[in-house]
């Protein structure tokens, strides 16, 4: 059974970084993609940023593009958000998730919710002003 867990979380000042991690495991196939969604207060979840295992292909949401990096290490069974230049509107649970495609539909780098079958527990991130 695929699991995966989302940890690194913390409180960070503005323009400061920080290092999430998404342990997973379980996976029969060699070729999913694992996604960082995130949820502020009041606000509905929204991708961030997604890797696919089978050519490290990838995609990041506008409102994180040059400031997050998603990478993975498969000694580790890890994936990583590296979040750089931090806003205190990127302040939100974040969530890493997990597709594993269909019969009918190979996975893909887009960030449809119910796209992702397997989802772990977030860890929050604030970003002081």
């Known amino acids: 059974e695929v699991q995966l867990q989302a940890s690194g979380g913390g409180l960070v000042q503005a323009g400061g970084s920080l290092r999430l991690s998404c342990a997973a495991s379980g996976f029969s196939s060699d070729d999913y993609v694992i996604g960082w969604f995130r949820q502020a207060p009041g606000k509905e979840r929204e991708g961030v940023s997604c890797?696919?295992?089978?050519?490290?292909?990838?995609n990041y949401a506008d409102s994180v593009k040059g400031r997050f990096t998603i990478s993975s290490d498969d000694s580790k069974n890890t994936v990583y958000l590296e979040m750089t230049s931090l806003k205190p509107e990127d302040t939100a649970v974040y969530y890493c998730?997990?597709?594993?495609?269909?019969?009918?539909?190979?996975?893909?780098?887009?960030?449809?919710?119910?796209?992702?079958?397997?989802w772990g527990r977030g860890t929050l991130v604030t970003v002081s002003s």
């Open positions: 890797i696919r295992s089978s050519d490290g292909s990838t």
């Open positions: 998730a997990a597709d594993v495609g269909t019969i009918f539909r190979p996975v893909r780098l887009k960030f449809l919710l119910y796209d992702y079958d397997y």
